[in-house]
């Protein structure tokens, strides 16, 4: 209410300086007794209401150009309304959502600086008993079971680091390194790695590296992407004989890395 009255106090003012201007020359003319009076005082009173208005106007000119601007962040929002009474407070109501908007992000950031530190604890905890069960397991590597054991291993260990990525890409800016390296050390690690993978379910890998292709980019994030498509590639290539090819060549100014395998497929959709 007291926000009402202040935005139109100066409405109400012009209305009551006409009302007293139009009653003071009634009683100076003696009731404006002819048409050009009257028509005199309805177009000075009309006057002085258009002044008014357009004073009003330019005073709230920057409040109706913020209520009608498209806005791309949050930060252009603020104090963006002008010093009329109805501009102040909406810039008193913007900058408060901003800094609770500032409030939450920062509680966001936080929230997900202790999962990923946690998810990083707990990864690295459960690398120790992964490294006591490969000790055990060379004690008796000649048995038949340790096979089965270790490619349940291999498995626990790949849902470590795909845990572990996962986390990482909420801080993908601050965890890619950009270096540049031969595009086969990604290639041949992301192969080695899965190379218990690959002879349980009787699948051989090729590879075809250009010589002497550069990458720019982030090795381990490489490694992991190609990672998962081999995972991929091997699981719906089972079979005795098959085979999954890596192929790395230069395109143009790019470097171009196709895994080809000889799984289903996907039907074509018609």
Request: proline content about 1%.
């Amino acid at each position: 209410m007291k926000l009402f009255i202040k935005d139109n106090l100066g409405f109400v003012l012009v209305y009551l300086f006409s009302f007293v201007l139009i009653f003071g020359c009634d009683l100076i003319f003696d009731g404006l007794n002819t048409v050009n009076n009257k028509m005199y005082f309805v177009i000075l009173n009309m006057f002085i209401v258009l002044i008014y208005m357009v004073c009003r106007y330019f005073k709230n000119k920057k409040f109706y150009k913020g209520l009608s601007k498209s806005y791309v962040n949050f930060e252009e929002l603020v104090s963006e309304f002008g010093d009329s009474y109805l501009g102040q407070e909406l810039n008193r109501i913007s900058n408060e959502m901003y800094g609770f908007y500032q409030g939450e992000v920062y509680n966001q950031i936080k929230r997900q600086k202790e999962q990923l530190d946690f998810m990083n604890q707990w990864v690295h905890h459960m690398k120790t008993p992964i490294s006591v069960i490969k000790l055990y397991m060379q004690e008796y590597e000649r048995e038949e079971f340790i096979l089965d054991i270790k490619s349940e291993v291999d498995k626990l260990e790949r849902g470590l680091k795909l845990a572990l990525y996962n986390a990482r890409i909420e801080d993908f800016k601050n965890d890619f390194s950009i270096k540049q390296f031969p595009a086969e050390i990604p290639i041949k690690n992301a192969i080695n790695t899965l190379k218990s993978y690959f002879i349980k379910n009787k699948i051989f890998p090729k590879t075809r590296i250009e010589e002497g292709l550069i990458i720019n980019s982030d090795k381990k994030w490489i490694e992991f992407i190609l990672e998962q498509i081999l995972i991929n590639s091997i699981k719906y290539s089972q079979g005795k004989g098959k085979s999954v090819e890596v192929i790395a060549e230069k395109e143009n100014d790019r470097v171009k890395i196709q895994v080809i395998d000889e799984g289903i497929g996907i039907s074509k959709v018609i």
